[in-house]
């Protein structure tokens, strides 16, 4: 096997790259991101820049990949190719750009206010930041919603692709911070994406660490 995902679990960006994984049935070696592991910290901090995961190892090929969205066009073409970036140009434009908001206006506020949480990123930012955050997590929502409105079935049309990979995790955890709310679209989304094989079988690899998220329960 030459593929090794460092990742944990719980993780919203690591679990994108899970769901990539399952998708195209690559056989791949986790690796723990163990913060209570200090020699496995130091081995993590050596590949990866910033000390974000997923980082993708490939060992047969001597690279190491980083950032969710990259590692996943690395692995679409290790699988047949053209199947979480479309083929058809325009089709892996959507998809690219549905990633970009998820990952930008969703994934970034959302890391932002949980890491200060758990008290994990220095003292309480002011109140208008976090205002700004969740304000740019419901303007994604509001923009998903109406990019939706086409009736595509997954995010960025008929097929699963990178779009859905991004969206399955960070929907998951950022509705916690902004409900949905009224946009039964993104709604009905987010419950596709909730039932697809490949996340479920993340979901399931999380389960054994509990819910870590310091937010409730969605309830919308
Ligand atoms: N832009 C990065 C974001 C990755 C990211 O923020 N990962 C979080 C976990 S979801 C992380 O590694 N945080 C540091 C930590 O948990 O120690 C990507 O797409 O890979």
Redesign the pocket.
């Known amino acids: 096997m030459s593929l090794i995902l460092w990742?944990?679990p719980y993780?919203?960006?690591?679990q994108?790259?899970l769901v990539a994984l399952y998708e195209l049935g690559l056989p791949f070696e986790p690796r723990l991101?163990d913060?209570a592991d200090e020699p496995v910290m130091a081995a993590f901090r050596a590949l990866?820049p910033?000390?974000?995961?997923?980082v993708l190892v490939d060992t047969a090929a001597g690279r190491t990949i980083?950032?969710?969205?990259?590692?996943i066009e690395y692995l679409d073409r290790l699988g047949d190719g053209g199947r979480l970036l479309p083929a058809d140009p325009e089709a892996a434009l959507e998809a690219r750009w549905v990633d970009r908001i998820i990952?930008t206006y969703v994934?970034?506020p959302m890391?932002r206010i949980i890491?200060h949480r758990l008290g994990?990123a220095g003292p309480p930012p002011p109140e208008a930041i976090t205002a700004l955050d969740m304000g740019d997590i419901r303007n994604a929502w509001d923009l998903l919603e109406s990019r939706l409105a086409d009736g595509r079935i997954w995010g960025a049309g008929e097929s699963f692709t990178l779009a859905d990979c991004a969206a399955a995790p960070i929907l998951t955890y950022a509705r916690r911070l902004v409900p949905f709310g009224e946009r039964p679209r993104l709604k009905a989304w987010h419950g596709r994406l909730m039932a697809r094989s490949s996340f479920r079988r993340a979901l399931e690899d999380a389960a054994p660490f509990g819910d870590l998220m310091p937010a409730p329960p969605a309830t919308d």
Not at 11 to 14: D, F, I, N, V
Not at 50 to 54: G, L, S, T, V
């Open positions: 990742s944990h993780s919203a960006y690591g994108k790259a991101v913060h990866s910033f000390a974000r995961m997923p980083h950032e969710s969205s990259i590692v990952d994934g970034a890391n890491f994990r």
